[in-house]
């Protein structure tokens, strides 16, 4: 089956408020890579990347810190026509429940476009990705 790949890679975060978590400088380092396979009607229905940040106690139920969204449609049409799109870590605004900006997320991505995959039944997953803060 043809479709594409998504690479997102989560390399680090300023000021966003979080617990016990070990920072230098208050930026946080993740360097995350996170592969995403997508079908062509997937390119079609999901425009958007919707990363969610939580602060996360220890086994339970994190709470909402905000989370930044990444339109994807521009960068699917470019890589449709060029073949493949690469956009370089950059800062993205992280929005907080309140609807106000509070520090932003560095992130990278990479579309491929016609990329085949092997002839097994799909990995279900949900296209918004949840990033937690472990304490």
Not at 19 to 36: L, R
Not at 85 to 107: H, R, W
Request: glycine content about 6%; overall charge negative.
């Amino acid at each position: 089956m043809k479709g594409a790949m998504l690479e997102v890679l989560l390399v680090c975060a300023e000021g966003i408020k979080n617990t016990n978590k070990i920072v230098n400088d208050n930026v946080i380092y993740w360097n995350e890579k996170f592969v995403f396979e997508l079908s062509r009607s997937e390119l079609e229905t999901h425009g958007y990347l919707k990363l969610k940040i939580v602060d996360e106690e220890y086994f339970t139920e994190g709470a909402f810190v905000g989370q930044t969204i990444i339109f994807l449609k521009g960068v699917f049409v470019e890589g449709n026509y060029k073949a493949l799109v690469e956009l370089n870590p950059s800062p993205f605004n992280v929005v907080l429940a309140d609807d106000t900006y509070k520090g932003q997320m560095t992130l990278g991505l990479r579309f491929i476009p016609n990329v085949s995959f092997a002839l097994m039944p799909p990995i279900p997953y949900k296209f918004t990705t949840h990033v937690r803060f472990a304490s």
